[in-house]
T-cell receptor
Framework: QQQVKQSPQSLIVQKGGIPIINCAYE??????FPWYQQFPGKGPALLIA?????SEKKEGRFTISFNKSAKQFSLHIMDSQPGDSATYFC????????????FGQGTILTVHP | NAGVTQTPKFRVLKTGQSMTLLCAQD?????MYWYRQDPGMGLRLIHY???????AKGEVPDGYNVSRLKKQNFLLGLESAAPSQTSVYFC????????????????FGPGTRLTVL
């Protein structure tokens, strides 16, 4: 059973576009919703994270929108740049899970110049 | 600070061979994790540890063993490698969740690319 479903699998945008990546989860006990960014040959790195007590969080050009009732959250990248080309993973954690993350399947983002 | 380091970076094994992957962190983190990454499947948790001398199973533990003899090190062992274990392996660490039990950031190592022939 997939606890986290991420879409789309891949995404191509032009420089300046606003790619949006979506994640849906099942378990209402989750209380931590991070997005990780991974460049080829590197380990994932935390990009931005949100708790369920807010509906939106913005850090620079990256924004998470969170819909608790729909059990969905999404990543928006404003004014995307070629350097944003990477794989993005959503994840969930919570309850007594000892910080264990359950990841989505990943989205390969390509930003053309 | 080196953060999270992993050795080796690459390894090729034959079916049935054994090996140990080493993860080290210098951030004094209590929690450590081993994940495997396969195309289209994200990262899946193999085993994790919440402190020195403790280990627990994750989502896909079969065929792997782990040990946490020192707080800064977390070892992943493959006793009899199989082609299905061909993957990229990532180690991560994090501090203990805060008083409210809310998770903290996980810091990942650079990965080990393992091929089993």
């Amino acid at each position: 059973q997939q606890q986290v479903k991420q879409s789309p699998q891949s995404l191509i945008v032009q420089k300046g576009g606003i790619p949006i990546i979506n994640c849906a989860y099942e378990n209402t006990a989750f209380d931590y919703f991070p997005w990780y960014q991974q460049f080829p040959g590197k380990g994932p790195a935390l990009l931005i994270a949100i708790r369920p007590d807010v509906s939106e969080k913005k850090e620079g050009r990256f924004t998470i929108s969170f819909n608790k009732s729909a059990k969905q959250f999404s990543l928006h990248i404003m004014d995307s740049q070629p350097g944003d080309s990477a794989t993005y993973f959503c994840a969930v954690a919570g309850g007594t899970s000892y910080g264990k993350l359950t990841f989505g399947q990943g989205t390969i983002l390509t930003v053309h110049p | 600070n080196a953060g999270v380091t992993q050795t080796p970076k690459f390894r090729v094994l034959k079916t049935g061979q054994s090996m140990t992957l080493l993860c080290a962190q210098d951030m004094n983190h209590e929690y450590m994790y081993w994940y495997r990454q396969d195309p289209g499947m994200g990262l899946r948790l193999i085993h994790y540890s919440v402190g020195e001398g403790t280990t627990a199973k994750g989502e896909v533990p079969d065929g792997y063993n782990v040990s946490r003899l020192k707080k800064q090190n977390f070892l992943l062992g493959l006793e009899s490698a199989a082609p299905s274990q061909t993957s990229v392996y990532f180690c991560a660490s994090s501090s203990r969740p805060d008083g409210a039990g809310v998770s903290n950031e996980q810091f990942f190592g650079p990965g080990t690319r393992l091929t089993v022939l």
